[in-house]
């Protein structure tokens, strides 16, 4: 079982940003961003391929970047003009065999990371 960490969490003004890492133990087919608030279902947020593909919830397409390196197993999530809708714990996740943006499809995840932004 792989197993993930996540930081670079952190309270942010409105229109901030943040970028957020994720360190694997080993390597991953798929791996993902996904976020939970209080009272709400987990949303995914992205997720890459290990070619660099990507796919981005509608939420976050033209604010949010992903990317990784594969030597280091790791993955990144870049957060620009952040809103505060965009408060939540994130979560990073792997698979080894298909990416989406299902949690469903995920069988690795880390112990999250919290993001809050203020108006």
């Known amino acids: 079982q792989v197993e993930l960490v996540e930081s670079g969490g952190g309270s942010v003004q409105a229109g901030g940003s943040l970028r957020l890492s994720c360190t694997a133990s080993?390597?991953?087919?798929?791996m993902g961003w996904f976020r939970q608030a209080p009272g709400k279902e987990r949303e995914g947020v992205t997720a890459?391929?290990?070619?660099?593909?990507?796919y981005y919830a509608d939420s976050v397409k033209g604010r949010f970047t992903t990317s990784r390196d594969n030597a280091k197993n790791t993955v990144y999530l870049q957060m620009n003009n952040l809103k505060p809708e965009d408060t939540a714990m994130y979560y990073c996740?792997?698979?080894?065999?298909?990416?989406?943006?299902?949690?469903?499809?995920?069988?690795?995840w880390g112990p999250g990371t919290q993001v809050t932004v203020s108006s």
């Open positions: 080993g390597y991953s087919y798929c």
């Open positions: 996740a792997a698979d080894r065999s298909r990416c989406s943006l299902n949690g469903a499809n995920f069988r690795a």
């Open positions: 890459i391929y290990t070619g660099g593909y990507t």
